[in-house]
């Protein structure tokens, strides 16, 4: 992930707090073993232990770079979490050891979201719960004022991600996917969380930033030119006065049957 730290966190955090109310309605409270699947840089799960200074964590991610970026978000929390390189589909873990665990923008990327959502589950204890959180494509951005060359490299994304065993529509699924996986009570909600004009740039750089575009281009799904276009109409458009971006996320918590 590009950018300072700061940058970093105020990404990876957009709709955050909106998101921290759903999962603690959802049953997240301090005081429980937590389990973040598909971490990333750390940064939610070091923000967890910030919020609930009484739990314990377990990062776990499967990619060598990404872990240890957590060390650069400051907090006590840190010292209550341990980082494990392992997938979310095989975890190195024992069964009933976890309260709630959490998979933030981790489903859309796996081919077998199922066998990801059963693994947690086995290694969550009897009355604890797993929360999903996910985009679902049909309600997951809305700009104004339009920018219709963003839409299109976002659909070049979708493709791409789709052609590597993925899906930008998992969040429409994640119901389905707790219920296959054995969790009982399954609840959904879908938040909406939506930028200021001086945030604009920020939302943007978190859909369609540098590493998405050159990615996009050096796996031949976009040219230079469309890139250019992108860029040049993204010039424009933050010099709106109303600029906006809306994005939505699906959530689905399943409880492990007693």
Known sequence: MSGTPDERLARVLLGWPEEMRVLRRFGLHDGQRLLDLGSGPGVVAAELLRLLPGSTLVAVDSRAEGLPHVWEVPG?????MALLRATVTRLPLRADAFDFALARLV???LPRPVEAAREAMRVLCP???LAVSDVDRT??????PELPELEMLMSRYDAWHRDRGGDRGVGARLRDILREAGAGRVETET?????????AELYLEALMGPRRLRGLREAGYAMQ???DDFLAARAQWLLSPGRAVSRY??????????
Do not use: D, M, W
């Not at 309600?139 to 104004?144: D, K, R, T």
């Open 191 to 199: 938040i909406r969380f939506e930028s200021r004009p001086e945030t």
């Open 139 to 144: 309600l997951s951005l809305a700009v104004n």
């Open 127 to 129: 009355g604890g719960r």
């Open 107 to 109: 489903f859309q990327y």
């Open 225 to 227: 030119a469309e890139v």
């Open 249 to 258: 996320l699906r959530i689905a918590c399943g409880t492990k049957e007693r």
């Open 76 to 80: 006590p929390g840190v010292a209550h």
